[in-house]
């Protein structure tokens, strides 16, 4: 089921469909719903969706990135930014 999100694009906003939203957070990979936050036009057919993750012990901001797949609609690719492995791992 697609979802209708209204994406910022300078000043002003365009609404188009996503397939999806995160199923997890890409730091913790808690697998919880995130909440949304923010939604822009990247660059052309490329939208961009800030979440905060909504695990009480995370609680991370990230970026969902879209690619279009059709007239305005997008699927999801990938989220940014990934936990980096701690020095010495």
Avoid: W
């Avoid at 994406?7 to 906003?13: K, P, R, S, W, Y």
């Avoid at 808690?30 to 609680?59: L, Y």
Wanted: with cysteine; hydrophobic share 40%.
């Amino acid at each position: 089921m697609a979802l209708l999100v209204s994406f910022l694009d300078g000043e002003q906003v365009r609404a188009a469909n996503v397939d999806r939203f995160p199923e997890a957070c890409p730091l913790c990979e808690a697998p919880r719903a995130p909440r949304f936050i923010a939604a822009i036009v990247r660059v052309a057919h490329v939208r961009q969706i800030c979440f905060q993750c909504t695990s009480v012990d995370c609680r991370s901001l990230f970026i969902g990135n879209y690619q279009e797949e059709a007239k305005a609609r997008y699927r999801l690719v990938d989220c940014e930014p990934r936990r980096a492995p701690c020095p010495g791992s």
